[in-house]
């Protein structure tokens, strides 16, 4: 990684605000993440969480400021343009194909990634994109739910699937919108493990409620509080805050 | 699904040799109805690659089947063309059409695009009646006179004769069948499926949906196009009757009743429904209700279709 | 006839139409509003109520037993259809669309049967002749803009001071939350259904007078009156009757001066251009 690279940050908004209506869901944020770094963004619920990342993927337009990814502004770039520079998203509420096999899921998201010329949208080497999917179903443990529907798995195994299709595309700024909701702890456990494995490739930027599986994985934490981002830095910075303690356990 | 892909080749194949095999089967007074059937089962498979592959329903489809048909005919008529490059404009003109109506349409989702296409497809009808003077709408016009055969190497067809109709027929059924099989199993298909399922998630996983719908709406139009060129030249006939709302209702409902999302299904749908009314225009003048019937009776019983719920009990892996 | 005379022609008929044309995509939009489905069939309600007063009618000799028989009938007919086709597939957006699509053709081709394919009239209940300084006009048709006016107020007065009004209003703006209030929501979506289906269906009774019934004549109501209510903007009861006006009277002026042809071109590539330049299309209607 150049000295260059090293120094600007991967991800960073300026001023990136939202109003929807006459409510501002996110006010003035000024947001970097580093390459490399597990972050964990917290805050009650309607802090703007979901807004400001939703921003950053591009499904939602802000309303003023701006984003910037490997030091490019990509405030107006469309949303699959994002992905294909790097920035993937999984939903907070597991968007997978549901009618569709494992198998396919994985293949959709892999294709995406093995598609480089106009030819290959023809033409593709269907062996050698079956043996990636089944090489990305391994890493997740999905390994032998190729067949199955994916609306038939059981909620942590389709949130799973997800991961596994996003990191299929080999992102470099994977965004998870709260990935341990609705898992049991031995999945969390799994969950986390998981995450530290593939942290190693990939930044990683996580909206979490769980406070154990943020203390876990992240190095850094930024805490939003209606709209605003409100404090960051290590986690036991983050639990000395006086403004963060205000915020969750009352005045 | 590649463990599959001999047999599902082999079913296709030999379904056209079974259609190839017909007109020396059948006796030749069916011959006429069975290639206006294939040419419509074709018209059928353009239109299914849009709703059942992608998910998207369009009641417009009319107008694409219709430009393709006067394109082929106004030029026939007026500038004493030959059939082929006849048949060429009808088909440009539809995709141009098609790119045109899609750039609009495809901006609006669901239950407004079905509403956009109507419209659409309305003022292509209305203004074929409007310019009657140039376009003869009302009444139509007839072909015959100005199809001059057309010669390929030593031999002469003459498109008035039954058997060459036939196999035109045939040929435009087997082409359109055979892209529609390549196209859903390639990667772009994989796509289309993926939009039909969620499109939002296919958007975040870094695809283009709009390109890829503007994409399978022009071939979709395209193929509709084709088909009402053949259809005029087979029939020798063009009217104003093809660009009006039963003709954008029929492809529909061809593939509902045979299976939306399989290649097979716009045949059956497209063969058993045209047969049906044609049966039923013989005892009454109200045929039209078996259209309002099946329609009715698909939707809340069997959204599958004929195919679809072949495939689903026996056959998974049928394309 | 002079210029002059011809607009305020154009005028008069348009402003006819237009109170007819709100009546029938009043219904459109109150089941559009209420139940969030288009319903393609609404031209057929119009149609089945010029139908059923043309029978009435001519069986009883009483014009004004027509107008009150036939939204009643019609309305049974629409409560029927709810039931049986439209609640079995939960409304669902693009099903109802085919179902109704299906319906369209059953309606048509029924009355084609039973009533077959002529164009009956009835003589007007009165004769009355306004004198213009350039025409004549028919008393009668001002009537029917009359009798319009007041069901249209009438059904604003249902709407935003009953207690049905109250729950299709909840419905319409929040369904999962009216029904947590105990709003029996498809007890409403039948009433709705029917309201809609009697108002096309009394507007078709008033107009056999002027315009014969035909088993055809649904298709041109059901386009009308989409344009009116896309135009118009949904759940909106002045927009409905604004749009009314306006496409009453641009189609009376088009149709006057160039061709009917000509009109409806027109009306059709706005409704496809609102849609499709709109923001929000048709208000939560869109899947995906």
């Known amino acids: ?251 | 699904m590649n463990d599959h892909r001999r047999p599902v080749l082999a079913i296709h194949a030999a379904l056209i040799a079974v259609l190839a095999g017909l007109q020396v089967v059948i006796p030749p007074f069916h011959h006429t109805l069975v290639a206006r059937i294939m040419v419509l089962a074709a018209y059928a498979t353009g239109y299914n690659l849009l709703l059942g592959y992608t998910g998207l329903m369009s009641l417009g489809h009319a107008m694409f089947f219709a430009a393709g048909m006067y394109g082929t005919g106004l030029p026939l008529l007026y500038l004493g063309l030959g059939a082929p490059q006849a048949v060429l404009i009808g088909v440009a003109a539809s995709i141009v059409l098609s790119t045109a109506v899609g750039m609009l349409t495809l901006r609006t989702s669901g239950v407004s695009f079905l509403i956009v296409t109507l419209m659409f497809a309305q003022v292509f009808y209305l203004s074929t009646l409007y310019f009657n003077r140039f376009t003869l709408g009302d009444q139509g016009f007839v072909l015959s006179g100005h199809l001059h055969p057309i010669t390929i190497g030593p031999i002469r067809f003459a498109l008035t004769d039954p058997a060459v109709r036939y196999n035109l027929a045939l040929a435009t059924f087997g082409g359109c069948l055979g892209l529609s099989l390549w196209l859903v199993r390639s990667p772009i298909g994989r796509v289309l499926v993926a939009i039909r399922e969620n499109e939002d998630r296919t958007r975040l996983l870094g695809y283009n949906p709009f390109a890829y719908k503007l994409l399978v709406l022009v071939i979709s139009g395209a193929v509709s196009g084709l088909c009402g060129s053949v259809y005029a030249v087979i029939t020798s006939y063009v009217g104003a009757s093809f660009a009006a709302i039963l003709y954008s209702i029929y492809p529909l409902l061809w593939t509902l009743l045979g299976g939306p999302g399989t290649t097979l299904g716009p045949l059956v749908g497209a063969a058993a429904m045209t047969y049906t009314v044609e049966v039923a225009s013989r005892f009454t003048s109200s045929y039209l209700i078996v259209v309002g019937g099946a329609l009715v009776i698909l939707v809340m019983r069997f959204p599958s279709g004929i195919v679809g719920g072949i495939r689903r009990r026996w056959a998974p892996w049928l394309p | 006839m002079t210029l002059e005379g011809r607009l305020f022609l154009a005028l008069l008929e348009g402003i006819v139409t237009g109170f007819i044309l709100a009546l029938i995509a009043l219904g459109l939009s109150l089941v559009f509003g209420v139940m969030r489905i288009v319903n393609v069939a609404h031209g057929e309600f119009f149609m089945l109520g010029a139908v059923c007063a043309w029978s009435v009618a001519s069986w009883t000799s009483s014009f004004a037993l027509a107008v009150v028989a036939a939204p009643i009938l019609v309305g049974a007919i629409a409560l029927l259809v709810n039931r049986i086709v439209l609640r079995p597939i939960h409304y669902e957006p693009q099903a109802t669309i085919v179902a109704t699509i299906g319906l369209l053709y059953i309606i048509q081709q029924l009355v084609l049967t039973l009533y077959g394919p002529y164009a009956r009239t009835v003589t007007p209940p009165f004769y009355l002749r306004i004198d213009f300084p350039w025409f004549g006009y028919s008393g009668y048709k001002l009537a029917v803009a009359g009798a319009s006016a007041l069901l249209l107020w009438l059904t604003w007065r249902v709407v935003s001071t009953t207690t049905l009004g109250l729950y299709m209003r909840a419905t319409q703006q929040d369904q999962e939350m009216a029904q947590a209030f105990g709003v029996p929501v498809y007890r409403v979506y039948a009433v709705a259904f029917a309201i809609g289906a009697a108002l096309a269906a009394i507007a078709g009774a008033l107009i056999i007078p002027i315009q014969p019934a035909h088993y055809l004549m649904g298709l041109d109501a059901l386009l009308a009156s989409f344009t009116v209510v896309i135009i118009g903007g949904l759940g909106s009861l002045g927009g409905t009757l604004a749009a009314a006006f306006l496409i009453g009277l641009s189609d009376g002026v088009v149709s006057v001066f160039f061709s009917p042809t000509l009109a409806r071109i027109v009306s059709s590539a706005l409704v496809a251009l609102v849609l499709v330049f709109k923001t929000g299309g048709l208000a939560g209607n869109d899947t995906n």
């Open chain 1, 1 to 251: 990684m150049g000295a260059v690279a090293a120094l600007i940050a991967l991800l960073q908004t300026r001023a990136l605000a939202k109003t929807f209506g006459g409510v501002e869901a996110v006010r003035s944020a000024d947001f970097r993440v580093e390459r490399g770094e597990i972050r964990a963004l917290i805050g009650p619920n309607g802090a703007g969480k979901t807004t400001l990342v939703s921003m950053i993927c591009g499904r939602i337009v802000p309303t003023s400021g701006r984003i910037l990814f490997k030091g490019r502004d990509i405030t107006r770039t469309q949303a699959f343009h994002r992905a294909a520079f790097g920035i993937v998203y999984t939903f907070q509420i597991s968007s997978v194909f549901r009618n569709l096999t494992v198998h396919e899921n994985v293949a959709i998201a892999v294709q995406r990634r093995v598609m480089r010329r106009a030819w290959d949208r023809i033409a593709l080497d269907q062996q050698a994109l079956a043996s990636e999917v089944q090489h990305a179903l391994a890493q997740t443990g999905l390994a032998g739910l190729g067949g199955r529907l994916a609306g038939s798995l059981p909620h942590g195994h389709q949130k799973l699937l997800e991961v596994s299709m996003a990191l299929a595309l080999q992102p470099e700024l994977l965004i998870l919108d709260e990935p341990t909701q609705g898992l049991t702890r031995e999945e969390i456990a799994a969950f986390s493990r998981f995450m530290r494995a593939i942290a190693e490739g990939t930044t990683i930027l996580l909206i979490e409620h769980d406070m154990q599986v943020v203390l876990d994985l992240s190095r850094r934490i930024t805490v939003m509080d209606q709209g605003r981002i409100i404090a960051e830095g290590t986690p036991a910075e983050i639990e000395a805050n006086r403004e963060v303690q205000r915020v969750y356990l009352g005045p």
